[in-house]
Nanobody, 124 residues
Framework: QVQLVESGGGLVQAGGSLRLSCAAS????????MGWFRQAPGKEREFVAA????????YYADSVKGRFTISRDNGKNTVYLQMNSLKPEDTAVYYC?????????????????WGQGTQVTVSS
């Protein structure tokens, strides 16, 4: 179990930007793939983005491709989600998650550690 703490959420106008951070208290952080998921009211949790432990490969949901960028700083045990050109439909609670095995990264069921979530609200 990796302890994860998200931050950086808030209120922003459509077209604006936010950067979410997720800090992990784990010395072997570089061995974990990291994902971002989100959940809007009345909807299931959905995949947003994921990144391999080395940071060499990243994956995105079609809905955010070209607007969001996931990155990580293994020296700081932190993963980021840069969100640009935000839309009202991006409004959700955003969660970071960690998994310690390689493979498919888009299913939330494959992640064993979760942060508490941070609210992102985008006004029209």
């Amino acid at each position: 179990q990796v302890q994860l703490v998200e931050s950086g959420g808030g209120l922003v106008q459509a077209g604006g930007s936010l950067r979410l951070s997720c800090a992990a208290s784990e010395r072997t952080f570089r061995n974990y793939a990291m994902g971002w998921f989100r959940q809007a009211p009345g909807k299931e949790r959905e995949f947003v983005a994921a990144i391999r432990g080395s940071g060499a490969m990243a994956y995105y949901a079609d809905s955010v491709k070209g607007r969001f960028t996931i990155s990580r700083d293994n020296g700081k045990n932190t993963v980021y989600l840069q969100m640009n050109s935000l839309k009202p439909e991006d409004t959700a609670v955003y969660y970071c998650a960690a998994r310690n095995t390689a493979g498919e990264l888009t299913s939330w069921t494959k992640y064993g550690s979760w942060g508490q979530g941070t609210q992102v609200t985008v006004s029209s």
